[in-house]
């Protein structure tokens, strides 16, 4: 645990070391850093939120789209509404197959905002396929400090697991196949990238799968709002008028 000094009010020792006290300050700063590093949070419902960019790294036209935007051509019925969120109503999406055109390879970066990265920094975020039979999409969380050199921090490819034939099934990329199954959480520990300034979600290295789709993205840096509590106070005087004080300069847990 970081020591945070603050100043104090009402303060009272006893003869034995017994203290007790008034804060004048909030661990954390009530802001939910915790730390030295930035925090956000995004879940697309007022869409792309300023700052955050798409890239199209293979310059073939067909990048992040949110799923309230997605062309009719995507998706095999031309009009359709699409339930590819996490929470809310919206989502972002990447298509390593579009049935308007066919099989891509895809590579596609979704780009925070210049961040600073601390300690206690950690990146999450929630995804699905959106067809249980086309579902190994591939993706990681790379991190750049110029967003033309990437480092990738950790890979996955979605899974089809735990997917229903229910609902709308126009969804799926044939039409009428499988929906899309569970929405994962992923999460990385960016503590070792101190000085990278921008986090991406790549969409790449496959190829004839369907859609995923990305939601709730969080960075966090330490503790969040409530989290931290003391866990020791340290008498740092030896004696009260005079007497000595036996446990001096000692750790006292909560």
């Known amino acids: 645990m970081t020591e945070i000094i603050y100043g104090v009010s009402d ?4 003869s034995t070391g017994w203290a007790m006290w008034g804060a004048e300050g909030t661990p954390g700063g009530g802001g939910g850093q915790g730390g030295q590093g930035s925090t956000f949070s995004v879940d697309f419902e007022a869409g792309l939120p300023a700052g955050w960019n798409v890239v199209d790294g293979n310059n073939d036209g ?4 949110l799923t309230s935007a997605i062309p009719t051509t995507w998706t095999y019925y031309a009009s359709l509404s699409l339930d590819w969120y996490h929470n809310g109503t919206n989502a972002i999406c990447s298509g390593s197959y579009i049935n308007g055109v066919g099989a891509l390879n895809p590579d596609e970066y979704l780009v925070t905002p210049q961040v600073t990265l601390g300690a206690g920094s950690t990146f999450s975020f929630w995804a699905a396929a959106t067809d249980a039979s086309y579902a190994a999409d591939h993706f990681g ?3 750049s400090d110029d967003m033309t050199n990437w480092t990738s921090v950790q890979e996955w490819t979605l899974t089809a697991k735990n997917a229903a034939k229910s ?6 990329r044939d039409g009428n196949g499988n929906r899309l199954g569970n929405w994962y959480n992923y999460s990385v520990d960016l503590s070792a990238y101190a ?3 921008y986090i991406a979600i790549r969409h790449f290295n496959c190829y004839d799968q369907y859609i995923m789709c990305v939601d709730d993205i969080e960075l966090t840096d330490g503790a969040k709002d409530g989290d931290r509590h003391l866990e020791y106070f340290k008498v740092m005087c030896t004696s009260i008028d005079g ?4 446990n001096a300069d000692t750790e006292h847990p909560f």
């Open 11 to 14: 303060l009272y020792v006893s």
């Open 62 to 65: 067909w990048t992040w789209c």
């Open 141 to 143: 969380v790379f991190v």
């Open 167 to 172: 609902g709308d099934l126009r969804a799926s």
């Open 195 to 197: 000085g990278q300034k």
């Open 243 to 246: 007497e000595p004080i036996f």
